[in-house]
């Protein structure tokens, strides 16, 4: 699920809306037609217009550019064209230009590196257990030497 906000929206109104308080940046929607992602809002920039007491403007008035891509893109290019820009976040469409999800840096990175980045805002309660499990795992995707051919030669008899 993808929180995402309405662009009449008012820094207020964002500010009011719990949903948004864990997120750094938010997917803002053309009010006609959900599909269409205009692009992201940082939450920092919201705070910082809030001191300015900017609290009857829009998230249209603060709304920055956001990359997108098909759904069959590769992720080397997402992670150049995420690099070139200097961004964190980009969109999936498909073939029909609908929005179908997010992509982050992070989850670029934890594509190429084939393992779960966690961090401090992840909910992990006991991180030696989670190291003992991600062992683990590791262990039942190697091979086991015991079970090598090499090992099973054929028994000789004498005449």
């Known amino acids: 699920m993808v929180e995402m906000a309405e662009e009449s929206m008012t820094l207020r109104e964002f500010y ?11 997917p803002v929607y053309n009010e006609e037609n959900d599909d ?6 940082l939450r920092q920039t919201i705070l910082e217009k809030l001191t300015e007491d900017k609290f009857d403007n829009r998230l249209s008035d603060i709304v920055r ?8 893109e590769p992720v080397s290019n997402i992670w150049e064209k995420l690099l070139a820009k200097k961004e964190h976040i980009s969109i ?23 393992t779960e980045i966690v961090d401090e805002k992840d909910k992990v ?3 030696q257990e989670f190291a003992r499990e991600k062992w683990q795992e590791q262990q039942q995707d190697t091979l086991h030497l015991d ?3 090499l090992d099973a030669s054929p028994e000789r008899t004498e005449a």
């Open 65 to 72: 550019p956001v990359l997108t891509f098909s759904e069959n």
């Open 147 to 149: 079970a090598h051919p």
């Open 92 to 114: 999936i469409i498909d073939e029909y230009g609908c929005f179908r999800g997010i992509v982050t840096m992070e989850d670029v990175i934890e594509t190429m590196l084939g």
């Open 125 to 127: 309660t006991d991180m």
């Open 36 to 41: 269409y992602i205009r692009g992201y809002v």
């Open 16 to 26: 009011q809306n719990d949903a948004y308080r864990t997120y750094s940046r938010i």
